[in-house]
């Protein structure tokens, strides 16, 4: 249940800053599906999580050599998410969520050297501040409320598949 629920936080929250903070709008489903989750978000937390319990927990350094391989580390696995999630939401759905090809720097249409930098920074600040926050949540949702999530997000993508 923690895995399936952090991908329901993660998704929500990127839901919350792609249409709050990046977009500048009232909150409205953003991404491919209906519902206000951000599935490349999800994703990324779950990638979040087994990278830290896998990876870097098994890193035995000081703090900041710890936090500069950390950096390093994030920024080339959220890149190989945000290339896989692109592409995928492509294929899947005939949807591009993004497209870097208007950028100097870009890997194809879904990733780009310019902003790299920021996935390092944003799967530090998860580890250090957002993750504590989300695992309190978590110990408070009910395995009833997470059942009824997979069934609502279930017809939510089946729904998505089927009109686009």
């Known amino acids: 249940m923690y895995y399936i629920n952090s991908f329901f936080l993660y998704s929500l929250l990127g839901f919350i800053i792609e249409s709050t ?11 491919v599906l209906n519902g206000p989750i ?9 990638v979040l999580l087994l ?25 080339i696995i959220f890149s190989i998410v945000e290339f896989t999630c692109g592409h995928l939401c492509h294929l899947i759905f005939n949807v591009d969520m993004w497209d870097y090809t208007d950028k100097k720097y ?12 920021v996935w390092g920074i944003y799967g530090l600040l998860t580890t250090y501040i957002i ?8 110990k408070l949702i009910p395995k009833e409320l997470t059942y009824i999530l997979i069934f609502i997000t279930s017809l939510d993508f089946i729904i998505t598949i089927i009109t686009k």
């Open 21 to 31: 903070i990046f977009k500048n709008t009232k909150l409205k489903p953003s991404g």
């Open 38 to 46: 951000t599935l490349v978000y999800g994703v990324g937390g779950i």
């Open 51 to 75: 990278t830290n319990k896998y990876i870097i927990d098994k890193i035995h350094l000081s703090k900041i050599p710890k936090i500069i391989i950390s950096f390093i580390i994030y920024t």
């Open 106 to 117: 870009n890997i194809g249409k879904y990733v780009c050297l310019e902003y790299i930098g």
């Open 131 to 138: 993750k504590p926050f989300i695992d309190k949540i978590i």
